[in-house]
């Protein structure tokens, strides 16, 4: 069964640091992946995600991730960290074919951005 | 364009009381359809998803029950609410096997 890692559950960043938050998949084939942000009592928004075409996926905010099938990670990074950027961020994952009805996430990473 | 309506946003409800939250989609057709819960510091745990009316796939045993009586609808309940059931329950909708889109979801405290 599909599932995944977030290697820690808080990172904290200065403003204007490089932001990077690691996820890392276990599926018998390549899956989709996503990453989501979540601010504080809200649902979850859309930051990215992964479907088969580029490795390198850019999304909403500045953000980006890369595929990497051989290190099945699936990591979010942004160059410049912004102080609105502090939330929680979870990764996301689904099979393509089989038991593609289920979409699994992480246990999340809190972001802090420190002035 | 669609979009998802989850109700209430807050509920407080005593121990051993029943439960039940609604969730809607609009603008859409035979979305998949899921529950999740979050619980502090415990992430985004999968309850219940569904591909079509009265289909109710479970992942995890649990004082919950999910129901879909109608295409674009998803109800989460209980019968008698434990106080380990308290958290925050989001629902969401795909349109086939690629992202999800959530509602705002309802804060449940059980007292």
């Known amino acids: 069964a599909q599932s995944v890692t977030q290697l820690g559950s808080h990172v904290s960043v200065s403003e204007g640091a490089l932001v990077l938050l690691r996820c890392n998949y276990s599926?018998?084939?390549?899956?989709?992946l996503f990453w989501y942000v979540q601010y504080p009592n809200q649902g979850l928004q859309l930051l990215l995600k992964?479907?088969?075409?580029?490795?390198l996926v850019k999304g909403i905010n500045g953000f980006e991730a890369e595929f990497k099938k051989s290190e099945t990670s699936f990591h979010l990074t942004k160059p410049s960290a912004h102080m609105s950027d502090a939330a929680e961020y979870f990764c996301?994952?689904?099979?393509?074919?089989?038991?593609?009805?289920?979409?699994?996430f992480g246990q999340g990473t809190r972001l802090t951005i420190n002035p | 364009s669609q979009t998802i309506h989850q109700w209430p946003a807050t509920l407080v409800q005593p121990v051993g009381s029943p439960l039940s939250l609604e969730c809607t989609v609009e603008?859409?057709?035979?979305?998949?359809l899921y529950w999740y819960r979050q619980a502090a510091g415990r992430g985004l745990q999968l309850l219940f998803y569904s591909v079509g009316i009265g289909q109710i796939s479970s992942e995890v045993p649990q004082n919950l029950s999910a129901s879909r009586p109608q295409d674009r609808q998803f109800i989460l309940s209980s019968k008698k609410l434990l106080l380990s059931d308290s958290g925050f329950y989001l629902c969401a909708w795909r349109p086939g096997f690629t992202e999800a889109f959530f509602g705002q979801g309802t804060r449940l405290t059980v007292v």
């Open positions: 992964y479907t088969s075409a580029a490795t």
């Open positions: 603008g859409t057709s035979n979305p998949n």
């Open positions: 996301a994952v689904s099979d393509r074919w089989q038991g593609a009805q289920k979409l699994v």
């Open positions: 599926s018998s084939v390549p899956p989709y």
